[in-house]
């Protein structure tokens, strides 16, 4: 094959498969790595004037203007970052590839519909639907938490006829999702689907699947055998990069307040007024420097990843 | 003709691409109680001294008033009826009519759009072509460098850089849409918003000033937003530029002695122009939420502001709804104009179809 030679013949490859590698162990090891967890206050340096404390035994990354570690938020971040990095994306693959895969085998007007469709969900912007999914999710909570004279679940009524103690479980997981999640599960998809789509068409004619065909193999073995390991290729690689682009969008939209907030975010979020202090810009540099660079790193190391990938599955692509 | 045909057919794809959304998001609240669907339909001022109890009956009364409890195509007709009349309903949290509010702060976000576009397209067009068409030159890693390191660090790490460098060190630019200074000037009677862009409108009301300041705010969202864009379009342009450059008609044109120069820009980016243009139709979406992210990390006054005060303190259902609705008629509209520069561009699709 000499997909693995390819792949480790470039620097670049090396160097996104040591970063992924480093944040799927840091995260592994993040009790062993960081004690604390990122919510834990350092009681003993609590005071009234909210400072970021430097670099200290304590925390080895100084501390956040509200004393929790940065170092621990850094740490227990990439837990947060590549479950949610992982989680979605597999979401998204295995939806879009099946729907891109199923299109292009029922053929015909089928696929001309469903693509078709499928291209509809390109017209939404994911922003909307995070407010959207927010709004749901925020009218629900608000209910709960204040009896309000604006609409939202009527969990008044349910109280009243002693119905609430059924519903709260049935309700509580829905308030758990992450609207962020929810809006990029919903749509983003729909690339994936795409990609597989032009990639099953083009191979419906290949003389492999055809000889296949013409032999007898079933409908069903045609797919999973000859079709979908010869498109798998470019999604492949989609995914690859989406695991991070996805997190460096959610930690965006988590720092201008939409979606459910991470450690990553939260820390940028509360050092963001300490970036600069009249002494100059590196005077507080933990409160921003430490998680701002696993950010990028983290976006980098996936993007490199995929595109070592390109380079190995596709020869011809090689030289671009 | 065919050019008028194609718009036609364009504009229809885009009403079935909005029934067809607008359709998925009223079936989302479907699944809330109809008094959530209530709100959508609430009057524009509610009495401030209005019980509780009272509240729940007139909630009630706009459940009976407009069938809230009927099957899913009768409640979503007569909602999309609403929404065609400009009734977008009413906004508890930014205490206007959702509608109104959406127009009023449009133009922000499109000078924003424009400014931003004005400066990524052209230098994304530039750079991807000159790369492209000189692979493994200086010039091609120092691009393919920079446009890595582009799309690596998000709107928002890029918006931090800047709000350092150019506000708080240098002063140069500020964050918001208008100086303190100047914002009774956009108030004032004698003040005449022609564009509603107030960069232009500045000099078209005699006020220079104005623009210059306007200019300064805008300075830094634009460039945000142009940096992150132009490294995709520079790298897609980049890819086609150096697929096109392995098709017969160049080598021909190579053979016949023509300069590299003229191959590139006249031949090869003719060709390149509706693939890179399909491309940015596709990711029109993603455009819109990085318009909409860039606004709010720089606090720019435009229709991100509807989508961020909904989840303010209120449940606010219908500037959430007006805000997903209003940016997908951005999507589509961005969308159809492209298509149809795509086939002003092409003369392949300007005569096929």
């Known amino acids: 094959m000499g997909i693995t030679r390819r792949f480790f013949s470039?620097?670049?490859?090396?160097?996104?498969?040591?970063?992924?590698?480093?944040?799927?162990?840091?995260?592994?090891?993040?009790?062993?790595?960081?004690?604390?967890?990122?919510?834990?206050k350092d009681e003993a340096v609590l005071s009234f004037l909210k400072v970021p404390k430097p670099p200290a035994p304590g925390a080895p990354l100084g501390t956040l203007p509200d004393q929790t570690s940065v170092y621990a938020a850094l740490i227990w971040g990439t837990r947060d970052a590549l479950k949610f990095g992982i989680g979605v994306t597999t979401i998204i693959f295995l939806v879009g590839t099946l729907i891109g895969t199923l299109a292009a085998f029922l053929g015909g007007m089928s696929n001309s519909l469903l693509m078709w469709t499928t291209d509809m969900f390109l017209a939404f912007p994911v922003i909307a639907g995070v407010v959207f999914f927010n709004q749901l999710n925020n009218s629900m909570l608000f209910k709960i938490v204040s009896n309000s004279e604006f609409a939202g679940f009527p969990l008044d009524y349910l109280a009243k006829y002693g119905y609430l103690k059924d519903f709260l479980p049935l309700l509580s997981p829905f308030m758990k999702l992450n609207p962020a999640a929810v809006t990029f599960a919903l749509f983003l998809w729909v690339p994936y689907a795409r990609v597989m789509n032009a990639s099953v068409m083009r191979l419906r004619?290949?003389?492999?699947?055809?000889?296949?065909?013409?032999?007898?193999?079933?409908?069903?073995?045609?797919?999973?055998?000859?079709?979908?390991?010869?498109?798998?290729?470019?999604?492949?690689?989609?995914?690859?990069?989406?695991?991070?682009?996805?997190?460096?969008?959610?930690?965006?939209?988590?720092?201008?307040?939409?979606?459910?907030?991470t450690p990553w975010a939260d820390a940028l979020l509360s050092g963001r007024d300490w970036i600069y202090s009249p002494n100059g810009i590196v005077t507080y540099w933990w409160v921003f420097l430490p998680i701002t660079v696993a950010l990028i790193l983290f976006g980098i190391g996936w993007n490199l990843l995929g595109d070592g990938l390109i380079e190995a599955m596709n020869p011809r692509s090689g030289e671009n | 003709m065919p050019i008028l045909r194609r718009l036609a057919f364009s504009i229809l794809r885009s009403v079935i691409t909005l029934i067809f959304i607008t359709a998925v998001l009223y079936a989302s609240l479907m699944i809330t109680p109809p008094e959530t669907r209530a709100s959508l339909y609430m009057p524009k001022k509610t009495?401030?001294?209005?019980?509780?109890?009272?509240?729940?009956?007139?909630?009630?009364?706009?459940?009976?008033?407009?069938?809230?409890?009927?099957?899913?195509?009768?409640?979503?007709?007569?909602?999309?009826?609403?929404?065609?009349?400009?009734?977008?309903?009413?906004?508890?949290?930014?205490?206007?009519?959702?509608?109104?509010?959406?127009?009023?702060?449009?133009?922000?976000?499109?000078?924003?759009?424009?400014?931003?576009?004005?400066?990524?397209?052209?230098?994304?067009?530039?750079?991807?072509?000159?790369?492209?068409?000189?692979?493994?030159?200086?010039?091609?890693?120092?691009?393919?460098?920079?446009?890595?390191?582009?799309?690596?660090?998000?709107?928002?790490?890029?918006?931090?850089?800047?709000?350092?460098?150019?506000?708080?060190?240098?002063?140069?630019?500020?964050?918001?849409?208008?100086?303190?200074?100047?914002?009774?000037?956009?108030?004032?009677?004698?003040?005449?918003?022609?564009?509603?862009?107030?960069?232009?409108?500045?000099?078209?009301?005699g006020n220079p000033q104005l623009s210059l300041d306007a200019l300064r705010h805008l300075?830094?969202?634009?460039?945000?937003?142009?940096?992150?864009?132009?490294?995709?379009?520079?790298?897609?342009?980049?890819?086609?530029?150096?697929?096109?450059?392995?098709?017969?008609?160049?080598?021909?044109?190579?053979?016949?002695?023509?300069?590299?120069?003229?191959?590139?820009?006249?031949?090869?980016?003719?060709?390149?122009?509706?693939?890179?243009?399909?491309?940015?139709?596709?990711?029109?979406?993603?455009?819109?939420?990085?318009i909409f992210v860039v606004e709010i990390i720089f606090n720019y006054p435009g229709l991100s502001t509807v989508g961020v005060k909904s989840l303010a303190f209120i449940p606010d259902a219908p500037s959430a709804m007006g805000f997903a609705i209003y940016s997908t008629i951005l999507v589509l509209v961005i969308t159809t104009m492209l298509d149809l520069l795509k086939a002003v561009v092409d003369p392949r699709l300007r005569e096929s179809f």
């Open chain 1, 10 to 40: 470039h620097w670049q490859n090396w160097l996104g498969l040591f970063i992924v590698m480093a944040f799927i162990f840091t995260a592994l090891l993040a009790p062993l790595l960081s004690p604390l967890d990122a919510d834990t």
């Open chain 1, 205 to 261: 004619h290949v003389e492999y699947v055809l000889a296949a065909k013409i032999s007898g193999v079933k409908g069903f073995r045609v797919i999973s055998r000859h079709l979908i390991p010869n498109a798998i290729a470019p999604v492949l690689v989609m995914a690859a990069k989406d695991v991070g682009a996805l997190v460096v969008l959610q930690t965006t939209f988590a720092f201008i307040g939409l979606g459910k907030s």
């Open chain 2, 47 to 205: 009495s401030p001294r209005m019980t509780d109890e009272m509240y729940q009956k007139l909630l009630q009364q706009m459940v009976e008033k407009y069938k809230l409890n009927a099957p899913f195509p009768v409640q979503y007709f007569s909602w999309a009826g609403h929404l065609l009349r400009a009734n977008w309903g009413y906004s508890p949290n930014l205490q206007e009519d959702v509608f109104t509010g959406l127009m009023r702060r449009a133009p922000a976000t499109l000078e924003l759009t424009f400014y931003a576009i004005l400066v990524y397209f052209p230098l994304g067009l530039l750079s991807g072509v000159l790369s492209g068409s000189k692979k493994k030159s200086v010039f091609d890693r120092l691009f393919r460098a920079t446009a890595f390191v582009a799309t690596s660090l998000t709107p928002m790490i890029l918006a931090i850089i800047m709000m350092v460098v150019f506000y708080i060190t240098l002063r140069w630019f500020a964050p918001g849409r208008l100086g303190t200074a100047f914002e009774p000037m956009i108030g004032a009677e004698q003040f005449r918003a022609y564009t509603g862009f107030f960069t232009i409108d500045g000099l078209l009301n």
């Open chain 2, 219 to 290: 300075a830094m969202p634009a460039l945000t937003l142009a940096f992150a864009q132009w490294a995709i379009l520079g790298r897609i342009t980049r890819a086609t530029i150096i697929e096109e450059n392995q098709k017969e008609y160049i080598i021909a044109g190579r053979a016949l002695g023509l300069r590299e120069r003229t191959l590139a820009w006249r031949y090869a980016l003719g060709n390149s122009a509706a693939p890179v243009l399909t491309h940015t139709m596709l990711t029109a979406a993603s455009l819109m939420t990085n």
